[in-house]
């Protein structure tokens, strides 16, 4: 299964990721999050603890729809072909 990314950041911490290939023909979105935490260099933490929600700071859009949108939310099935995007939301401020 391929699963298209694209981010505003380094997904990867030292490389961007344009997809990733998975020998799994059903993932879901929380499974990819925690996957992409554990490969990057940086360790970025998509998750809070409990796994059940988003970190303050994460935007993630599964084929264009805001995740909490999609069927399930982060236990949303990723088929393959979907495109995943996930940004970090910058904070200004001064």
Do not use: Q
């Not at 694209?6 to 990819?32: H, I, P, V, Y």
């Not at 909490?68 to 001064?94: H, N, P, R, S, Y």
């Amino acid at each position: 299964m391929k699963i298209y990314l694209e981010s505003n950041f380094l997904l990867l911490g030292s490389e961007d990721a344009e997809s990733m290939d998975f020998e799994r023909s059903e993932m879901t979105l929380k499974e990819l999050l925690e996957v992409l935490s554990r490969r990057s260099t940086d360790s970025p933490e998509f998750l809070r603890h409990d796994g059940k929600d988003l970190n303050p700071g994460w935007d993630i859009e599964v084929n264009g729809r805001a995740y909490a949108m999609c069927d399930g939310g982060l236990e949303a099935m990723l088929k393959d072909g979907d495109k995943v995007t996930i940004k970090l939301i910058l904070l200004g401020g001064g």
